[in-house]
């Protein structure tokens, strides 16, 4: 394949992994909501310029009818770039939180155990933690401070942080605070819960990683071995055939 032929099946590569990296639902937020172009219009102007020019030199080399693909895979793929790496930063961040809401949760607990009340102990964990979890939660003690009402404050904090996994911490506090229901029981068990899911997560993503490392030692590992072999019996071929 040539150079301009690899490139054009690059070019449509890249549109599926754009379009595979973003939900349908937010592709179609990002196309349709002009809120968020002007932010992003000169990085998606930019890289659709730059897809458009690769495409340019691509398209002419792509076997059959696989030129309109390339022609038009490259400017969408450049043309997203900026929404899928933002995307890709939402996920690492949301993830971040989640892996340290367990610990979160178990401290919110003993305090709440101890008699201090919700507000109390998201401020302490505020003002101890780092990372996304702590960014939130300060955001939240702040507009607690400025005078919004801890339910409204709690509202904010979950419409923030998309996923359930604050929604159900949200409910517990809720809960708590309008039929007294013990607060600390229901923060321990969703701390079990969720390092019962995260330790499950790991599980299923060894799995996954199991044949993909079989394959990456059959397609390379095996024929690296064999090719040194090989050179070894040409290498040595007039010695090991002396005696024929």
Same mark, same amino acid.
């Given at each position: 394949?040539?150079?301009?032929?690899?490139?054009?099946?690059?070019?449509?590569?890249?549109?599926?992994?754009?379009?595979?990296?973003?939900?349908?639902?937010?592709?179609?937020?990002?196309?349709?909501?002009?809120?968020?172009?002007?932010?992003?219009?000169?990085?998606?102007?930019?890289?659709?310029?730059?897809?458009?020019?690769?495409?340019?030199?691509?398209?002419?080399?792509?076997?059959?009818?696989?030129?309109?693909?390339?022609?038009? %895979?490259? #400017? =969408? !793929?450049?043309? &997203?770039?900026?929404?899928?790496?933002?995307? *890709? $930063?939402?996920? +690492? /961040?949301?993830?971040?939180?989640?892996?340290?809401?367990?610990?979160?949760?178990?401290?919110?607990?003993?305090?709440?155990?101890?008699?201090?009340?919700?507000?109390?102990?998201?401020?302490?964990?505020?003002?101890?933690?780092?990372?996304?979890?702590?960014?939130?939660?300060?955001?939240?003690?702040?507009?607690?401070?400025?005078?919004?009402?801890?339910?409204?404050?709690?509202?904010?904090?979950?419409?923030?942080?998309?996923?359930?996994?604050?929604?159900?911490?949200?409910?517990?506090?809720?809960?708590?605070?309008?039929? %007294?229901? #013990? =607060? !600390?029981?229901? &923060?321990?068990?969703?701390?079990?819960?969720? *390092? $019962?899911?995260? +330790? /499950?997560?790991?599980?299923?993503?060894?799995?996954?990683?199991?044949?993909?490392?079989?394959?990456?030692?059959?397609?390379?590992?095996?024929?690296?071995?064999?090719?040194?072999?090989?050179?070894?019996?040409?290498?040595?071929?007039?010695?090991?055939?002396?005696?024929?």
């Amino acid at each position: 394949m040539s150079g301009a032929g690899l490139l054009a099946a690059v070019a449509v590569l890249l549109a599926a992994a754009a379009v595979r990296e973003l939900p349908l639902e937010r592709l179609a937020r990002t196309l349709s909501r002009r809120a968020q172009v002007p932010a992003l219009l000169p990085r998606k102007l930019l890289g659709a310029a730059l897809g458009v020019a690769a495409a340019l030199l691509a398209a002419p080399a792509a076997p059959g009818r696989t030129a309109w693909l390339v022609a038009f %895979g490259l #400017p =969408l !793929a450049g043309f &997203l770039a900026p929404d899928v790496m933002r995307e *890709r $930063r939402a996920r +690492r /961040r949301h993830r971040r939180l989640v892996a340290a809401l367990p610990d979160a949760l178990d401290l919110l607990a003993v305090s709440a155990a101890s008699g201090r009340g919700p507000a109390a102990g998201i401020e302490q964990l505020a003002g101890a933690g780092e990372g996304p979890l702590a960014e939130e939660l300060r955001l939240t003690v702040a507009e607690i401070s400025s005078g919004l009402p801890l339910g409204e404050a709690l509202d904010s904090l979950r419409r923030r942080v998309p996923g359930g996994e604050v929604a159900t911490l949200v409910a517990a506090i809720e809960r708590s605070r309008r039929y %007294g229901s #013990p =607060l !600390a029981d229901q &923060l321990r068990r969703q701390a079990s819960a969720l *390092r $019962r899911d995260s +330790r /499950r997560a790991t599980e299923e993503r060894a799995a996954r990683a199991a044949p993909k490392i079989q394959l990456v030692v059959a397609l390379v590992l095996v024929p690296s071995v064999l090719l040194m072999i090989t050179a070894g019996l040409i290498a040595n071929a007039g010695k090991l055939l002396v005696g024929f």
